[in-house]
């Protein structure tokens, strides 16, 4: 049936006419017959937020190729090795096709019904006992826009509670709440044409070239262009980054936020900043001090902010002076007034970008905000070519967990559940009363699986994402998965993970273009694809199996859709008009590579809060931060000040312990493990090691070390001479390894404003082992 | 089963008037297709050590004009090789070049 239905269409048209009659179910891909009978449609790509464009070819109803797409304006046709091979990580030996429900210790095959009555049951049983706020779920910024939106509908609108967080709490929830407190709005003004114009580039703990690799092409592309491009690699490890960088600035970790008031502080205290701009758009705030690290469970933290003049704002630079934080740091004091003045030259266009050096860290909004105050000061913002610019690690972490909101605390289009206009307006679009959002937000993630462990959380649905390998502290939190009494979890994959063996029911899923789908990637841009192929065995969309729970816990009503994903995505879109996230109608998406938001009368937005650009700035305005109306349409430089890192090295764990991503290993390795390719390319996890100080523990490269935190212990295998490269008393290792979970060392220590965990810093020791 | 066809045969006949316009713009178009590139070829070697502290000098050392018997690159302007060409299995022939 859908084969021979596949071959009427011919056009995108009659198969967005055809899906539309049809429930949008079936096949409504962009095919047509090309050459070896392979077909071919678009898809963003499935793993980083860069959003590259693939080609999918599909031959017999099986994926047999992908290409880097020449027409997506993010990649030209450049994809990186993980793109390249997108055809094969949903064909692993593995995969998950049956539900499974746990018999003792074995897992055994289930009918769908059985398991939707199972979850449906224990959900209702947990709520009658303990409330709402007694059951979870826990998602991902790897949700499509559709699967995201219908978790959050359905837990704040339905069963009402606020217990629903993305993985990319782990991961951008900081980056959210430095542009939140900076600007008003989430996301970032800029987008990746800044790679392009730019001359100046400053990177700030992120490993560009292995982890966003086509955004990094494009900036080494534009200095083979142009000889005046500088990029300048702020880091606590040599990387592949910075041996490509014209230059590398070590640095000693956390001290980000010192070496940032530094900067500040030679640009105020030699008056290189844009006096103009910051007469006309800026306001100087300070909050608390002191804000400890989230370590005791319900921990509660609130800022208080408070308005300062701009002398007061000088006042607080006076301490950072480049010696002082040349010694904090260790980056020497002229190579810092280098950096400031660099900054400042009226002649470049200057760009920061950064990853989860800044947004995995305890004062992650913090550095946040301060990398914001220095373009804010040198006016060098909201330009083409200069800007500063957050980048995301998963496909829709902008799109689905960010604009969605499928925070505990968020609602659509920057919309929050604490206040009362917003529960409003979503409870209308949402066709609920307003009461039925509860205005209180309950746990940020690592909240909710304390809460798990305790168990004031008893039900918990995962999906599309594998805490169990992902959280910090990862031992308390498997741990307590398994603790019995009346806890119940469910994980909704694709592959059997470190996630679905502590689960009772596991949900076999549909993936990638298994599915239809819509992502937004870090530069507003939203991008939609189609079903190009079935799941394998009985696996299901997450969409659907969400929709299942609703229709059995007597929320059906909240999902009345014919073509599910369009009008879906129509209501969705209501939030958005008029908000300045403005997104284009459905069908437009079909058939653009990509629209970046705000999109208005059809034409996409390059450069937010900025005239000639942006249709919400009128003539004559320049730039203007609309969003930010509490602050008079003004961005807010921040006085932060420096304050350490939660666990610092010390006698008796001397080393400070990094984690991070490589090239060919996406996440906790799950699809990219299973492609033979990239296993033999970059097989487990190892431990990057500086060679002096392998030799005081007499390891040399390839032998095992033991290393140990406060929280666990694993042995791997020394790395002295890897792509990456340990500075002293410093080491790295990746967390992709499902046999070797370097999270079990890493500390549950969090940003007390985002509640995003920092995994770049904690203290452990190295044996030989 | 009947009725679902015919409401396709329905839906074909309303979209026909967009066909000739849906045809020019097909996503992805031919041209596209055949211009997009697949999976890069693996290196079949070891990676080298560095050139001056760089990986793409010590890559394009070779594959710039394709010396030493080694394929010349079609694309030497990229200049970041091993984001799309990973270590394949080493060939004997390579097995004492390079250094793992
Ligand atoms: S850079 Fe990111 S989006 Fe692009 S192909 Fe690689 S993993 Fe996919």
């Known amino acids: ?769 | 089963m009947k009725k679902m066809l015919s409401l396709a045969i329905l839906c074909m006949a309303l979209a026909l008037p967009l066909m000739a316009l849906a045809d020019e713009e097909e996503v992805p178009s031919a041209k596209e297709i055949s211009e997009a590139e697949g999976v890069p070829p693996v290196m079949p070697h070891a990676a080298p050590p560095l050139k001056n502290g760089s990986e793409e000098a010590a890559c394009l050392a070779c594959h710039e004009e394709g010396k030493n018997g080694a394929p010349q690159s079609p694309h030497a302007e990229r200049r970041a090789c091993t984001q799309c060409h990973v270590q394949g299995e080493i060939k004997e022939k390579h097995k004492k070049k390079g250094k793992r």
């Open chain 1, 1 to 769: 049936m859908a084969l021979s239905r596949r071959d009427f269409l011919k056009a995108s048209a009659a198969a967005a006419a055809l899906a539309a009659a049809t429930g949008g179910r079936l096949g409504a891909t962009d095919v047509h017959a090309a050459e070896g009978g392979i077909r071919w449609g678009k898809a963003p790509c499935r793993f980083c937020g860069t959003g590259c464009g693939v080609l999918v070819g599909v031959k017999d109803g099986r994926i047999v190729a992908t290409k880097g797409d020449p027409a997506a304006p993010v990649n030209k046709g450049l994809n990186c090795i993980k793109g390249y091979f997108l055809s094969k990580v949903l064909y692993g030996k593995d995969r998950l096709t049956k539900p499974l429900i746990r018999k003792g210790n074995k897992m055994v095959e289930a009918s769908w019904d059985e398991a939707m009555d199972l979850i449906a049951s224990k959900f209702r049983e947990s709520i009658a006992k303990h409330g709402p706020d007694s059951v979870a779920m826990f998602g991902s910024g790897q949700w499509t826009v559709f699967e995201g939106y219908a978790a959050a509908k359905l837990f704040k609108a339905g069963i009402g509670t606020n217990n629903i967080e993305p993985n990319a709490r782990f991961c951008m929830a900081s980056a959210v709440t430095g542009f939140m407190t900076t600007f008003n709005s989430d996301e970032p003004m800029g987008c990746y044409d800044d790679l392009d114009l730019g001359d100046t580039y400053f990177l700030w703990g992120a490993n560009m070239a292995e982890c966003h690799p086509v955004l990094f092409s494009r900036l080494i592309d534009n200095r083979l262009k142009n000889p005046k491009v500088k990029i300048i690699d702020f880091g606590t490890r040599f990387t592949r980054t910075s041996q490509m960088a014209d230059k590398y600035i070590r640095f000693n970790p956390q001290t980000d936020l010192a070496l940032l008031n530094a900067i500040a502080h030679i640009i105020v205290r030699d008056r290189l900043y844009d006096e103009n701009f910051i007469r006309k758009h800026v306001v100087f705030k300070k909050g608390k001090t002191n804000i400890g690290y989230g370590l005791e469970d319900k921990f509660k933290f609130a800022d208080d902010p408070k308005p300062m003049t701009f002398d007061e704002y000088r006042e607080f630079l006076k301490p950072y002076t480049p010696e002082y934080v040349s010694k904090l740091s260790g980056v020497p004091a002229k190579t810092i007034e280098e950096v400031a003045r660099l900054y400042a030259d009226k002649s470049r266009k200057v760009n920061s970008l950064w990853t989860m050096g800044f947004n995995q860290h305890v004062r992650g909004t913090w550095v946040n905000n301060l990398v914001y105050n220095v373009h804010l000061l040198t006016g060098k913002i909201c330009k083409p070519g200069e800007n500063p610019m957050s980048l995301t690690g998963q496909p829709s972490a902008c799109g689905t967990a960010r604009e969605v909101g499928t925070f505990t605390h968020r609602l659509p289009a920057d919309m929050v559940v604490m206040n009362e206009e917003h529960r409003k307006k979503a409870a209308e679009i949402w066709g609920v009363p307003a009461e039925k959002i509860p205005a209180k937000p309950t746990y940020h993630a690592t909240e909710m699986f304390r809460a798990l462990d305790r168990g004031d959380i008893k039900v918990l649905w995962v999906q599309v994402t594998n805490p169990f390998q992902s959280a910090p502290n990862l031992s308390r939190y498997r741990k307590g998965a398994r603790k019995g009494g009346d806890r119940f979890i469910i994980v909704s994959d694709i592959y059997p993970t470190r996630s679905t063996e502590l689960a009772d029911v596991v949900l076999p899923s549909a993936s990638w273009v298994e599915k239809e789908g819509f992502f937004g990637n870090a530069e507003r841009r939203g991008q939609q694809w189609f079903k190009m192929v079935e799941p394998p065995g009985e696996a299901r969309n997450d969409l659907w199996q969400t929709m299942e729970l609703a229709r059995r816990l007597g929320h059906g009503n909240l999902f009345p859709y014919k073509y599910v994903e369009k009008e879906m995505f129509e209501e969705y879109r209501k939030f958005t008009l008029g908000q300045g996230k403005d997104l284009a109608p459905y069908e437009a998406y079909t058939k653009a590579r990509g629209l970046r938001w705000p999109v208005v009368n059809g034409k996409e937005t390059l450069w937010r809060y900025t005239e000639g650009y942006d249709p919400y700035v009128k003539a004559g305005e320049g730039v203007k931060f609309y969003k930010n109306k509490p602050n008079d349409y003004k961005a807010v430089i921040w006085a932060r000040p420096y304050e350490p890192a939660a666990e610092a090295p010390d006698r008796q764990y001397p080393f400070w312990l990094c984690t991070g991503r490589v090239l060919e290993q996406w996440h906790t390795g799950t699809m990219t493990g299973r492609v033979p390719e990239l296993k033999r390319a970059y097989g487990g996890a190892v431990c990057e090691i500086h060679p002096e100080d392998a030799k005081r523990l007499k390891v040399k490269h390839g032998d095992k070390v033991r290393v140990t935190s406060r929280r666990g212990s694993i042995v791997l295998t020394a790395d002295l001479r890897g792509r990456g490269k340990a500075e002293k008393g410093n080491v790295f290792v990746a967390f992709f390894d499902e046999n070797k979970m370097i999270n079990e060392l890493c500390i549950d220590a969090y940003c007390p404003i985002s509640g995003e965990p920092d995994y770049k810093k904690c203290a452990v020791k190295l044996e030989k082992a």
